[in-house]
């Protein structure tokens, strides 16, 4: 079965972006249309990053290492009793 592939269109970029593409296509060997769709599908590839996920883990390592911190909201509402 074929995939079909879509097509995408990008409106209104910086004309310095656009040569600076072109640049780093020409560095590369290859077309600014082959740099893009290259760029793109790194981009996609990429695993977005759940912030809230890597503070509770590094919290969690460090709460197995022994080291605790406070809330910071705890301490805030001692600080405005000063």
């Known amino acids: 079965m074929l995939a079909t592939m ?3 269109l990008v409106r209104n970029l ?4 656009v040569e600076t593409l072109k640049r780093r ?3 590369q060997g290859t077309s600014l249309q082959a740099e893009l769709k290259q760029i793109l599908e790194q981009a996609a590839s990429c695993t977005l990053v759940d912030p809230e996920g ?3 883990r590094i919290s969690r ?3 197995d290492k022994g080291i605790r911190f406070r809330d910071s909201g705890a301490m ?3 600080d405005r009793l000063r």
Request: glycine share 0%; proline share 0%; charged share 35%.
């Open 14 to 17: 910086d004309r310095r972006v």
């Open 6 to 8: 879509a097509q995408v």
């Open 76 to 78: 805030q509402a001692e």
């Open 25 to 27: 296509a020409a560095q």
């Open 54 to 56: 890597v503070a509770r």
């Open 61 to 63: 390592r460090l709460r």
